[in-house]
C-alpha cells in the first residue's frame, strides 16, 4: 500500500510540474510575440 501512495504522489508531481510549465510557456510566448511585434514595427 506504501508503494501505491508513492507512485501516485510522484505521478501527481509530474502533473502539476507539468502543468506549471504549460502555463509558463504560455506567458513566455506572449512576452516574445509582443517582443517581436515591436521588433518588427520599430518602436520601443
Known amino acids: 500500500m506504501k508503494t501505491f501512495s508513492f507512485i501516485f504522489a510522484i505521478m501527481f508531481w509530474i ?5 506549471i ?3 509558463f510557456l504560455e506567458i513566455a510566448r506572449f512576452i516574445f510575440l509582443r517582443i ?8 520601443w
Open 36 to 43: 517581436i511585434k515591436r521588433i518588427e514595427y520599430g518602436y
Open 21 to 23: 510549465l504549460m502555463i
Open 15 to 19: 502533473v502539476i510540474t507539468a502543468t
